[in-house]
């Protein structure tokens, strides 16, 4: 049995900046080690279900005849992301009957979210949108309710895996797996759903897709079978609480009050950094899908394009991201990632101006997803940098959630803005957000790590 560790050595290093290896090949042993892999498959569980409740389901209900203005009603079941962090503290310290004495806190979270995602996929499989809205919206936010929930608990397990110099590395697998689970998710789903189709049959044909969301609940078997092969990462001896009170107080107040507490006036200063560093990106990623539109590109075109190069590009920036942030320090290309993020959406303005030009699409989105990819994963790992690892999965779930709520509130006027000013202004603008993120950066890299010691 993995024995507990003393409170005292709960909380991981912020933001150190590791003495590089001597060698590139000790660098990249990293990504062979068992953690590593098993946060590949772990992260393909993770991002399986995102696009099947979101993108992908839009698709099928407009196919079904569903109007638009209720598809855009829909698409709040992936608020469920954004408000994690309400439920995470159970998911922190609350056992599950006989799963966690049987699997461990951790492992037993993962596997009950799991078979929510799965039960709500075949849910959505069983049912035709056609005739039975309702069920389909109840059943797809049962899988955003696991999904999230698998969320708090994957992150916890994945910070509680590895030192902190191994993050980076996690973070780059994580991200990884993830991106192969968006194709399988998006691409991969219309190409089964069209194979399922029969010949002659009417235009929409809810069996196919059927098929298709039966397959994708399959697909969840890979992160169960790693959950169950798994060890439980070493427990943290907690101080049992004498009553409700004292339990509902370490549990809901002490992992917000652990953070603010170890950075005192700094805190503000991280918190703002969490909030913005995406903004450029998820503001302009609103808009892109309608720009592709009105520059006249098909979704032959767009799909081939944004499935294949950009998701190999992100694959790619993942990984750099990951072994540069071993070798350079998070904080280096933490700011490397804000700067190229920024500078991309400055070549969607150069390429609104192009006309329909499949090869210049391929290589700015080509771009802007190896920018993306570098800087999630030093995002990822600076993140986990931040956390205590007593209270891991309530604290990362807040960041994580900090990091959309902003974006996607101001995302929402990014139709508005492109009315009235056009794409290139848009892009422009976009590109501009990014440069108080750099000042941010900047400042966050001066902040020193705070004393590892718990009141």
Not at 139 to 168: H, Y
Not at 292 to 314: C, N, P, Q, R, S
Not at 363 to 380: E, H, P
Request: hydrophobic share 55%; aromatic share 10%; proline share 5%.
């Amino acid at each position: 049995m993995t024995q507990p560790r003393p409170a005292s050595s709960a909380i991981s290093s912020p933001m150190p900046e590791q003495a590089p290896p001597t060698r590139w090949i000790d660098t990249l042993k990293v990504y062979k080690e068992p953690a590593t892999l098993r946060m590949l498959s772990l992260g393909f569980s993770a991002g399986l279900p995102l696009l099947l409740v979101l993108g992908t389901l839009g698709f099928w209900l407009r196919e079904a005849g569903i109007d638009r203005t209720t598809i855009g009603y829909l698409s709040w079941v992936g608020l469920a992301y954004g408000f994690k962090w309400v439920w995470a503290p159970l998911v922190d310290h609350l056992p599950i009957p006989v799963l966690t004495r049987l699997l461990g806190r951790r492992r037993s979270w993962l596997l009950l979210a799991q078979a929510a995602i799965m039960l709500g996929l075949v849910g959505m499989a069983s049912t035709d949108p056609q005739l039975d809205l309702n069920r389909v919206v109840w059943c797809a936010l049962a899988v955003a309710f696991g999904s999230a929930t698998q969320d708090i608990a994957l992150d916890a397990f994945r910070i509680e895996s590895a030192n902190t110099d191994r993050q980076a590395a996690l973070a780059a697998a994580y991200q990884t797996g993830y991106r192969l689970a968006m194709i399988w998710a998006g691409a991969g789903v219309l190409w089964i759903a069209a194979r399922a189709e029969v010949a002659g049959a009417p235009l929409y044909q809810p069996g196919a897709w059927q098929t298709a969301y039966l397959v994708m609940a399959a697909s969840m078997l890979v992160g169960v079978v790693t959950v169950l092969v798994s060890r439980e990462p070493a427990r943290i001896m907690m101080p049992a609480a004498r009553n409700a009170a004292e339990w509902l107080r370490s549990v809901l107040i002490e992992p917000f009050a652990d953070f603010l507490r170890r950075y005192k006036g700094q805190a503000a200063l991280i918190l703002a950094l969490i909030a913005l560093y995406r903004i450029s990106d998820v503001v302009m990623g609103i808009m892109a899908n309608p720009f592709y539109v009105d520059m006249g590109y098909t979704k032959d075109e767009v799909a081939a394009v944004t499935k294949i190069f950009g998701v190999i590009m992100t694959l790619v920036g993942a990984f750099i991201g990951g072994v540069l942030s071993m070798r350079l320090g998070v904080m280096r290309v933490l700011m490397l990632g804000a700067a190229l993020s920024s500078a991309t959406n400055l070549l969607f303005a150069w390429l609104g101006g192009q006309g329909h030009d499949l090869q210049a699409l391929i290589w700015v989105v080509s771009a802007d997803n190896l920018a993306g990819g570098i800087a999630s994963a030093a995002f990822i790992a600076y993140l986990s940098s931040l956390t205590n690892v007593k209270y891991s999965a309530t604290q990362y779930a807040l960041f994580s959630s900090m990091m959309l709520l902003a974006p996607k509130w101001l995302a929402g006027f990014s139709g508005w803005f492109v009315d009235a000013y056009g794409y290139s202004q848009f892009f422009t603008m976009t590109a501009l957000l990014g440069v108080p993120v750099l000042v941010l950066v900047g400042l966050a890299s001066r902040i020193k790590t705070p004393p590892a010691h718990m009141e």
